[in-house]
């Protein structure tokens, strides 16, 4: 299996655009989670799904912020309008949770670094 | 959940049993322990979990209390490559997964 995959890698915009990042759980799982970086805050959870049901969006800053996940294979989170205090990494995971796997581990993609000028 | 406290930072020589303590006084109950781990620049990674039972597989050993108020992770030959940042988060299994994230521990294995 390939992992969780995010795309892109690396996004560099100007402030007032509309930023989507996106994200490829591992085949199978049936939870999704959103999780944002920074120095100041460290690693923070900003929304997850299960089954493709949004379970908690209070993690999310501000309504500048949704997520989406139309399917089991693909989430998204959205930025608009963006703000250079959105600068971050922003990671998704995936587990097979609650029925899934005797560890219950979350699986974490790669990130995607978001600079915000 | 229950909140953790780790250690800002500690060293270890290359080949020598790393270990990291965890205090989570106020765990309850339902409330299991587990760790997490990350390199520079990488998403977490599981290490290990576990309810009131030593634990071990193949990355880590985890030794809980009798009270469960504290816990150690052993990396028990650390390598260059185990330098990463270590999570120690205490969580309900009931909680849908969701995980709380603190400061971690910073280990660096020195040569």
């Known amino acids: 299996d390939a992992g969780v995959i995010q795309s892109p890698r690396h996004e560099v915009t100007e402030m007032g655009q509309e930023v989507t990042l996106r994200c490829k759980p591992i085949?199978?799982?049936?939870?999704l989670f959103w999780y944002r970086q920074t120095m100041m805050r460290g690693l923070e959870l900003l929304i997850y799904?299960?089954?493709?049901?949004?379970?908690?969006d209070s993690g999310m800053p501000e309504d500048r912020f949704s997520a989406k996940m139309p399917n089991a294979s693909f989430s998204t989170l959205k930025i608009q309008p963006s703000e250079p205090r959105d600068s971050a990494v922003y990671f998704c995971?995936?587990?097979?949770?609650?029925?899934?796997?005797?560890?219950?581990?979350?699986?974490f993609g790669p990130g995607t670094r978001l600079t915000v000028l | 959940d229950a909140k953790t406290t780790q250690p800002p930072s500690m060293d270890c020589a290359e080949g020598r049993a790393a270990n990291l303590p965890c205090n989570h006084s106020?765990?309850?109950?339902?409330?299991?322990v587990y760790w997490y781990r990350q390199i520079h620049s990488q998403g977490p990674q599981y290490i290990i979990h576990?309810?009131?039972n030593n634990e071990t597989n193949e990355m880590a050993s985890l030794i809980i209390t009798e009270d469960r108020k504290s816990s150690t992770l052993i990396l028990p030959h650390a390598t260059l490559r185990d330098t990463a940042v270590y999570y120690c988060?205490?969580?309900?299994?009931?909680?849908?997964?969701?995980?709380?994230f603190g400061a971690g521990t910073q280990v660096v294995v020195t040569p």
């Open positions: 995971a995936s587990s097979a949770y609650p029925e899934g796997g005797l560890r219950d581990e979350q699986f």
């Open positions: 988060i205490v969580r309900a299994f009931d909680s849908w997964g969701k995980l709380q």
């Open positions: 576990g309810l009131k």
């Open positions: 106020t765990i309850s109950g339902n409330e299991y």
């Open positions: 799904f299960n089954n493709n049901v949004p379970i908690d």
């Open positions: 085949s199978g799982h049936n939870s």
